[in-house]
């Protein structure tokens, strides 16, 4: 099956860029107030996304599932945009995606579709 992407003349994207960029200033303020705790947060993610038996393609599929699961727009912002950055196509994109519908049923058919455009958005802003 092939999954047409949207275009830009169908699709406002308010789940990518304007998602990371609303959550940017939140985080320096906090990050402020506890660095500690973000930058052991920072070292889990490191370790987390590190080269293994999984490519990092890979592992940003599955984070950016989890963040439709967890009907998480930052987490789908930010992995949407490195699974775009590590290489996914749309197509894996979408199928990753397919796979929360089954998981988590119509709460993920909400999320999903937010998750592929903000994919869409980073892996356009690529080619």
Same mark, same amino acid.
């Given at each position: 099956?092939?999954?047409?992407? =949207? ?27 506890? =660095? ?14 590190? =080269? ?34 590590? $290489? ?18 119509? =709460?993920?058919?909400?999320? $999903? ?15």
């Amino acid at each position: 099956m092939t999954v047409t992407a =949207p275009t830009a003349s169908t699709t406002t994207h308010a789940h990518g860029q304007d998602v990371l960029d609303a959550l940017n200033p939140l985080h320096r303020e906090l990050r402020r107030a506890v =660095p500690d705790v973000y930058r052991g947060f920072g070292a889990l993610h490191q370790a987390a996304f590190a =080269p293994g038996a999984l490519d990092a393609r890979t592992k940003e599929l599955i984070a950016l599932a989890i963040g439709v699961v967890e009907g998480c727009d930052g987490c789908i912002a930010s992995h949407a945009q490195a699974a775009a950055r590590a $290489g996914a196509s749309k197509q894996e994109a979408a199928e990753a995606i397919g796979v929360t519908f089954l998981m988590k049923g119509g =709460p993920a058919t909400i999320h $999903g579709p937010r998750a592929y455009s903000a994919f869409c958005e980073f892996a356009d802003a690529l080619a």
